[in-house]
């Protein structure tokens, strides 16, 4: 009418409550129903995964922020009065059906190509956020990407960028720093001191140091524009990248004060005591910074569209016909048969060694990941016993950090740190206990190729990026209680493992 005001409810009206029940059984509602069950029954195979995030303590800041999104979500959505209309058909606009199509063939793509949990998960995130465009007002659509953003930066990101990008920035960083430091004329530090000093005295996983602090500070970014209500647009790119800025300048001068305060003045139980309080205070204050420059960006418009979008019957029933066919054209990448005949690594003569068959479950894990063989020996050498596995493979894919594995077996891990036995031999010491008891046990592992020995899981995944791969073992080893047993002679284990595997390496390229 003539000089009503216009509302959401001009487009969407409330259906009365003795309408209730015949709107839930129209056929708007049970294309609907069908829409979504075919969007989730083509997403399933993920469902394992994103359970294990849900559930598992090593995901547990995952958890948190994801509590945290999830309360806010309920929150602000009890405020608005806003919510989906299932009784209706889905309606026709064109960047949700956008979101949704290219979600499902970035999804089908990365389970065919690269099968990486995280991915496929990301394009469910996005896709689901297209998804309830499909009967959302525009304009409250719009204004909920940050909250589908925020959701989908749930998902373990930061582990990811620490493991692909953490060792560039890292080297990056140390380089950086050796510069200042010889610029300055304050001692000779080289890159691999740093390198092995920052693993050593920091947590590198901590989430306010390093690579991940981007995934942290990623995340209070996100929500802090949810809750500020600001618009994401160029100005908020902006701001983005200036606060990423922010927190690897605060990462370098953390490092750059662990390294003087370390390797140049001796200072070693000062950095031990002070990397925590120098990284959450170069976070927040980044965060600071981020927050008073968000407050320029402009607030989500609030006009609503006076353009009703149609509502063609046959855009509900097009969609799941689309979803159907992805379904049925969903491939996993293939799984290569393992070579469960000996490696042919010919072991230390003074290891003695009992074979430790692999289920049929680890084998195709393995298989699907792309290793080439796999042992697995329990071992007596002198004094020491134990058990270790070695994994050959020229993909990083079917390496992996050892410290999962103790974890599923129900080990805790104490503490984990780089040692080197010699020059160019560094290797990974965790300490574990047993929840139970207080027994601590000691644990091993190291990476190695025909050129180079690692503790670095992502500098074996970088060795990768070279134009010819070369072929790689990762040795993991876990040992019995041993009270009795001396450094040198964990030492001479190593060494021994270590030259017998460069002999197989070398007879494999």
């Known amino acids: 009418m003539a000089g009503q005001p216009f509302t959401s409810q001009t487009l969407y009206p409330k ?42 303590h090593d995901f547990r800041t995952n958890q948190i922020v994801l509590v945290g999104v999830v309360a806010l979500l309920i929150i602000r959505t009890l405020d608005s009065g806003q919510r989906p209309d299932l009784s209706i058909f889905p309606q026709l606009v064109t960047l949700p059906l956008v979101l949704i199509m290219s979600s499902i063939v970035g999804f089908l793509l990365s389970e065919r190509l690269l099968d990486v949990h995280t991915i496929s998960a990301t394009f469910f995130g996005i896709g689901t956020y297209g998804l309830f ?32 990008i953490g060792y560039p920035v890292r080297l990056y960083t140390a380089r950086v720093v050796e510069t200042l430091l010889s610029a300055a004329n304050i001692g000779t530090v080289g890159v691999d001191t740093i390198l092995v000093f920052e693993n050593g005295v920091s947590h590198i996983d901590s989430p306010c140091s390093g690579v991940k602090s981007l995934w942290t500070g990623g995340i209070f970014l996100l929500a ?18 200036l606060f990423a800025i922010a927190l690897l300048t605060g990462n370098l001068a953390r490092v750059l004060i662990l390294t003087v305060a370390g390797p140049v003045y ?3 139980t000062f950095a031990n005591v002070v990397h925590v ?36 019957w046959w855009l509900g029933v097009g969609l799941i016909g689309a979803i159907l066919l992805a379904a049925l054209l969903h491939t996993p990448r293939d799984v290569q048969a393992i070579n469960r005949a000996s490696v042919a690594f010919v072991p230390p003569a003074a290891l003695s060694i009992t074979p430790l068959p692999l289920t049929a479950v680890e084998y195709d894990m393995l298989a699907r990941d792309g290793a080439d063989a796999v042992e ?10 134990g058990s270790m596995i070695l994994i050959a493979s020229d993909s990083w894919r079917a390496h992996h950090r050892p410290e999962r594995c103790f974890e599923v077996y129900g080990l805790q891990i104490s503490d984990s740190g780089t040692a080197l036995v010699e020059t160019n031999f560094p290797i990974r010491l965790v300490d574990l206990t047993t929840p139970d008891t207080t027994e601590t046990l000691r644990a091993v592992y190291w990476f190695q190729s025909p050129t180079q020995v690692t503790d670095d899981y992502a500098t074996r995944i970088w060795a990768d990026l070279a134009p010819e791969r070369e072929d790689w073992m990762l040795t993991s080893i876990l040992f019995d209680d041993a009270t009795t047993v001396t450094e040198d002679d964990y ?5 021994a493992l270590q030259e017998s595997i460069a002999t197989y390496l070398q007879q494999q390229s």
């Open 376 to 385: 697995r020996w329990q071992f007596q050498w002198g004094d020491i016993s």
């Open 224 to 241: 802090a524009t949810w809750i500020e209500q600001r618009r994401i647009d160029w100005r908020w790119v902006g701001i983005a990248v």
């Open 491 to 495: 030492n001479a284990l190593y060494l």
């Open 266 to 268: 001796g200072f070693t």
């Open 133 to 164: 465009g499909l009967w959302l007002l525009p304009h409250r659509w719009k204004a909920g990407l940050p909250a589908a953003l925020l959701l989908i930066a749930v998902l373990p990101f930061g582990a990811h960028m620490q493991t692909f």
């Open 277 to 312: 309080p120098l990284g959450v205070l170069t976070f927040v204050l980044a965060c600071l910074i981020a927050l008073l420059a968000l407050r320029w960006v402009p607030q989500q418009l609030g006009a609503v569209f006076r353009i009703t979008p149609a509502r063609p």
């Open 15 to 56: 259906p009365s409550r003795f309408s209730a029940l015949r709107q839930f059984a129209s056929l708007g509602t049970l294309v609907n129903l069908v829409l979504v069950g075919a969007w989730l029954y083509l997403f399933q195979p993920i469902f394992p995964y994103l359970k294990i995030i849900a559930t598992r």
